[in-house]
C-alpha cells in the first residue's frame, strides 16, 4: 500500500512540531517523522529563551516596545551580517508566537519578559523563558499534538530516521524514504519540511562547514541529516564561515570531544566580575577577561592555540565567591575545592609551576604572566589587555586551573532558504516542494555572526507555525 499525505515534516522538534500540528489543525493531511525514540529534539537541554516584542505581557507590564526596536537591536547586536528578510519575519510575528504561547498555558518564568546578559543584551526587556527553560515550550507542544492528533488528520512516528529524499525526474521532491521497524518506507507527499536541527553533535560536518574542531554541548541528534539530505539534491549551503563558539561549558567527565553546559563556568562580566585570569597553553593572558561584551570574548578564543584556554585562580580568590555568584554554577568553594584532581579539567596545586604541570599549561609562561597580573593589580592597571577590575593578586596557595574550550551548542551554517522558506539550489532557484525551518537554515541566517539572544528557539516556532499554516491552505 501506498502512504501519501498533503504533507511529510522530517523532525520533530522545536520547529517540526508547531508546524506538523498547525498545517493539520489547517486541514492538511500530515506526517511527522522523529528518528529519535521521544519527541522534541534540542527543547530536552535548550534554554528556550524567546525574543518577542509588543506582547500581550509586555503591556501587562508597561513595557513599550515594537518590532521596529527588536529588528534595530538584531541589526546592532548582528552588525547587519543577518538575513534582513528573515528577521524582519522573525521581528514582525514573534509576539503573535509569544502570545500564542501564552494562550495555550505556556509557563513563563516570572520575571520574564527581561534583559538577559548572557548575550550582548538586547535595549528592552522582551526576552521571555518558561518556569522549566525549552521543557515548558515542550509542554504546550505536547498538548498541541494531542489536539492536532485527535482530528485523523496527523500520524506522528518516532523511531523512525529519514533517509533518503525522493523526486521526479524534474527535481521536484515527491516524497521521502523513511527506516521503520528495519525497512525503508517510501511515503508520497505534496510538499516535505526539513525540522531536522543543526549539525553540532557532527564532528565531520562541523570541520567541513564550520571550519573549526567541534567540542560539543549540543543535543545529540543535531547531526545535520536535513543538510546532507538536501544537499544531495543540489541545494546550497550558506552561513559558513560565521563560526562563533560559546564557551564556560567543563569538559564532561566521560567523553572526550564533548562539553556540559549544564556544569559552567559564570564567565560574562555583567554576571559575575572576574578574580580570575584567563591563560592560554603557553600561560599568556589572552583578553581583557572584565571585557563587558561577550561576543568579542568568543570571537578573541577563536584566535587563540587550539581554542582552549585555562581559567586560573588562587584560594583567595575562590573565597571571594562565596559571597557574590560561583565560578562554576552551583559550585561551592568546597564542591570545586573537592572536585580538583579528580574530575576531568580540574586542577589544584601547591604552586603556580606544579598547577601548569598538571593542567597541561607551559609553567614559566603561566609564572610570568601571574608575576606580570600581579604588578598590574598592585599598580591599579592593566596596561596589556586594559582589563579594570582588579581585585586580588594571584598569590594565596593552593593555586587552580579549570580548562575551557569553544564548544558549540548550535551551528551557524546551514541550507540556503527563500524568503518563502523554499531550499534553493546553488543557482539560487528552489526544490521544488522542499522547504526548512528552524536549525537547518543555519544559525547564521537569523543571528548573523553573533549570538541574539531568542534568535534561534523565535524563528524556529515562528517559521514552523507560519509554514504549517500556509501549506495547509494550499492542501
Ligand atoms: C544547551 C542549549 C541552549 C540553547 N538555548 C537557546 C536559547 O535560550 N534561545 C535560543 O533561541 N536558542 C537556544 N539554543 C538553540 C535552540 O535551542 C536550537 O537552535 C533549536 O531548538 C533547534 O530547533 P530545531 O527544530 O531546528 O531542532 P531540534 O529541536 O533539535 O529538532 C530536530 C529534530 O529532528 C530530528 N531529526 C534529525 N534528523 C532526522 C531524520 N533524519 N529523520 C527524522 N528526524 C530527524 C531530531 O531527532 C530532532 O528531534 C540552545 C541550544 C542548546 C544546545
Known amino acids: 500500500m501506498e502512504l501519501s499525505y498533503d504533507l511529510v515534516v522530517v523532525g520533530a522538534g522545536t520547529a517540526g512540531i508547531p508546524c506538523a500540528a498547525e498545517a493539520a489543525l489547517g486541514g492538511a493531511r500530515v506526517l511527522l517523522v522523529e528518528k529519535d525514540q521521544r519527541i522534541g529534539g534540542t527543547l530536552h537541554i535548550s534554554g528556550g529563551h524567546m525574543a518577542a516584542a509588543g506582547t500581550r505581557r509586555q503591556a501587562e507590564r508597561g513595557i513599550a516596545d515594537s518590532a521596529e526596536a527588536h529588528l534595530a537591536d538584531i541589526r546592532r547586536i548582528s552588525s547587519g551580517t543577518a538575513r534582513e528578510d528573515l528577521i524582519a519575519l522573525v521581528a514582525e510575528n514573534a509576539a503573535e508566537t509569544v502570545d500564542w504561547l501564552d494562550e495555550r498555558g505556556f509557563a513563563f518564568a516570572p520575571e520574564t519578559p527581561r534583559i538577559v546578559y548572557g548575550h550582548e543584551p538586547y535595549g528592552t526587556a522582551r526576552t521571555y523563558y518558561g518556569v522549566d527553560e525549552a521543557l515548558s515550550i515542550l509542554a504546550v507542544y505536547e498538548r498541541l499534538l494531542d489536539e492536532a492528533v485527535a482530528t485523523g488528520r496527523l500520524d506522528v512516528w518516532k523511531n523512525c530516521p529519514v533517509v533518503d529524499l525522493t523526486v521526479d525526474d524534474r527535481g521536484a521532491v515527491t516524497g521521502v524514504t523513511v527506516l521503520r521497524g528495519g525497512q525503508d518506507v517510501e511515503v508520497r507527499a505534496r510538499d516535505v519540511v526539513l525540522a531536522t536541527g543543526g549539525f553540532a553533535a557532527d564532528p565531520e560536518l562541523f570541520l567541513e562547514l564550520e571550519g573549526a574542531p567541534l567540542v560539543s554541548a549540543a543535543y545529540p541528534t543535531s547531526t545535520g541529516d536535513g543538510i546532507i539530505l538536501a544537499r544531495e539534491l543540489g541545494a546550497a549551503v550558506t552561513g559558513t564561515g560565521s563560526f562563533l563558539p560559546t564557551f564556560g561549558g567543563l569538559p564532561d567527565p566521560t567523553t572526550p570531544g564533548k562539553a556540559n553546559w549544564s556544569d559552567r563556568q559564570l564567565l560574562i562580566a555583567a554576571e559575575r566580575p572576574p578574580v580570575e585570569i584567563y591563560v592560554d597553553r603557553s600561560g599568556r593572558r589572552w583578553v581583557a577577561e572584565d571585557e563587558p561584551s561577550i561576543d568579542e570574548k568568543e570571537r578573541a578564543l577563536t584566535r587563540i592555540e587550539d581554542m582552549t584556554f585555562w581559567t586560573v585562580f588562587d584560594d583567595a580568590m575562590l573565597e571571594s565567591t562565596r559571597s557574590g555568584r560561583p565560578l562554576v554554577v552551583g559550585w561551592t568553594p568546597e564542591d570545586l575545592r573537592a572536585r580538583a584532581g579528580s574530575r576531568e579539567g580540574v586542577h589544584s596545586a601547591g604552586t603556580l609551576e606544579e598547577l601548569a ?103 524556529a516556532i515562528t517559521f514552523g507555525r507560519l509554514l504549517g499554516r500556509r501549506l495547509a491552505a494550499t492542501a
Open 357 to 459: 604541570a598538571v593542567a597541561g599549561i607551559d609553567p614559566d609562561g603561566l609564572v610570568a604572566t601571574a608575576a606580570r597580573y600581579n604588578e598590574a593589580v598592585a599598580a591599579g592597571s592593566d596596561p596589556d589587555f586594559g582589563r579594570a577590575h582588579l581585585p586580588l593578586p594571584l598569590e594565596r596557595a593552593p593555586f587552580y586551573a579549570i580548562r575551557n574550550h569553544a564548544i558549540s551548542l548550535v551551528t551557524f551554517a546551514g541550507l540556503d532558504v527563500g524568503s518563502d522558506l523554499r531550499v534553493l539550489r546553488v543557482d539560487g532557484s528552489p526544490i521544488p516542494h522542499l522547504y526548512a525551518i528552524g536549525e537547518v537554515i543555519g544559525a547564521a541566517a537569523t543571528c548573523g555572526q553573533s549570538f541574539c539572544s531568542g534568535m534561534l528557539v523565535t524563528p
